[in-house]
């Protein structure tokens, strides 16, 4: 998750990030022991200064009677989607993943702070304006449906907040316009066949995972260190396939008592704080997990283009906003998830970890291998999460087997931070197993080499379609 002003996703356990993530330790927000989800929590972050907000105005009066017209009727509806989503987040933290446009109009709708009933009725009549809208331009064309989509996910986010009972797939349906498969049991099995060759010993595979994953925390006092090389060889690796301004730039900041491990804030202008966790710990891998999902080539990398080459020339306002539970954030979301897999392959991940980040550490670089595809195995046991918060949401499993279940299919370190997870974001796994399985066909299906991945992945995280 990407979290500005007020987002709300956040990595929420060290567990749900590691096996969402890919066992990286990531919210935009969950710590994954063993899966951290990164999902980029609610961060309070500062948007930049910009061109003056636009009145707000009644929410759910249009701009003209009949159905929204090309030009500045388009421009006009831009607008006002983007006072629907912050009424919204003052209402509700948890539903805007991010903002970054002029801080006035967020201190407008929080000063305004309309009901859900309004905001609902605002929401609906913009969408029906939208899909009723004559054809015009491709782009026109792209930028309504688009909103469109959008605002049928805050419709349902709005009455899920009013009390509306959604199962986990109507929710998630109605939110993403996917829902949770049950996986290839037959590339999980293979999985756990060599990670039990992989982990000999007593105990479950679950135990003997947890204690073998326990050697390769990073000492607080080489954290920093760890991450800023990480970031420094995701950063170089990323640039040498995308152009991103010369002026962008990620830093780290610290904290305490958060329900997630960490999360990238964008603060607009290609710029991103990366706020770190320290009551969670991160092994090596989720370190250099952290650096590419967060940073190069995930979220701030994303979040920068789409400023860069649609908000900022294009002059599509409606992207300074992100509802948290949309079909925007399944790609975001999703694509940030697999941004690991674009920029390096398991040999070069394992290659730059042994010879860059366990000499920081003071871990012997010729595990690092062995504990490279270990940790790449236990990630294709990631669709059991999907299952599970599926099965414990609709109630057919209590906390207690839920855990259970999380800690042997998916061998989930710290299944009890996931479950509470799935307590308060329900559907939003889905983005981390679900939307990575999307962004990794599109990218790498079909695709020969480096480069047309790379492209691949440039034109999934620039477009909206």
């Not at 200064?49 to 009145?55: C, E, H, I, K, L």
């Not at 049991?185 to 994953?213: K, W």
């Not at 990238?264 to 704080?273: E, L």
């Not at 299952?387 to 999380?406: H, K, Q, T, W």
Request: proline share 5%; aromatic share 8%; net charge neutral.
């Amino acid at each position: 998750m990407t979290r500005a002003v007020g987002s709300a996703r956040g990595e929420v356990a060290r567990d749900l990030f590691l096996v969402l993530a890919g066992r990286l330790g990531r919210p935009h927000a969950a710590g994954f022991a063993a899966l951290v989800v990164f999902a980029l929590a609610a961060g309070c972050s500062r948007p930049p200064s910009g061109p003056p907000a636009a009145p707000v105005g009644g929410l759910g009066a249009p701009a003209a009677a009949g159905p929204a017209r090309a030009g500045d009727s388009l421009a006009a509806d831009a607008e006002r989607y983007v006072d629907i989503v912050l009424a919204l987040r003052a209402r509700d933290r948890d539903s805007v993943d991010f903002y970054a446009g002029p801080p006035e109009r967020f201190a407008e709708a929080e000063r305004r702070h309309l009901s859900l009933a309004a905001i609902r009725s605002a929401a609906v009549d913009l969408r029906d304006r939208l899909a009723a809208a004559a054809p015009d331009s491709e782009d026109g064309r792209d930028r309504r449906e688009f909103m469109t989509r959008q605002l049928e996910a805050v419709v349902a986010r709005v009455d899920l907040l009013a009390g509306k009972r959604f199962t986990f797939d109507e929710e998630s349906r109605a939110f993403f316009g996917v829902t949770a498969d049950d996986g290839d049991p037959t590339s999980a099995a293979r999985a756990r066949a060599e990670l039990e060759t992989l982990l000999p010993g007593r105990g479950s595979l679950a135990e003997r995972y947890a204690a073998f994953d326990r050697r390769f925390l990073v000492p607080r006092d080489r954290l920093q260190a760890v991450l800023d090389r990480a970031l420094q060889e995701c950063r170089r690796v990323t640039r040498e396939h995308l152009t991103l301004p010369d002026d962008e730039s990620v830093s780290i900041a610290y904290t305490r008592l958060m329900p997630w491990s960490a999360y990238a804030d964008y603060q607009g202008r290609g710029r991103t704080v990366i706020r770190v966790n320290l009551d969670y710990g991160l092994t090596v891998d989720r370190a250099f997990n952290l650096a590419c999902h967060e940073a190069y080539p995930g979220h701030h990398t994303i979040n920068t283009l789409i400023d860069t080459r649609l908000v900022g020339p294009l002059g599509r306002v409606e992207l300074t906003v992100q509802p948290l539970f949309s079909p925007q954030s399944l790609r975001t979301e999703g694509a940030a998830t697999y941004a690991p897999e674009v920029a390096f392959t398991e040999a070069e991940r394992a290659a730059f970890e042994g010879e860059a980040l366990f000499p920081i550490v003071g871990i012997d670089p010729g595990r690092a291998a062995r504990y490279v595809r270990i940790s790449r195995l236990v990630a294709q046991l990631d669709w059991h999460q999907a299952v599970i918060a599926r099965e414990y949401i609709d109630g057919r499993l209590e906390f207690a087997r839920a855990a259970s279940a999380l800690e042997d299919k998916a061998l989930m370190i710290s299944p009890d931070a996931t479950l509470k997870f799935f307590n308060e974001f329900r559907s939003y796994a889905l983005t981390y197993t679900v939307g990575r399985q999307m962004v990794e066909r599109a990218v790498s299906g079909g695709a020969a080499g480096a480069d047309a991945r790379w492209r691949n992945y440039e034109r999934w995280i620039t477009s909206t379609r």
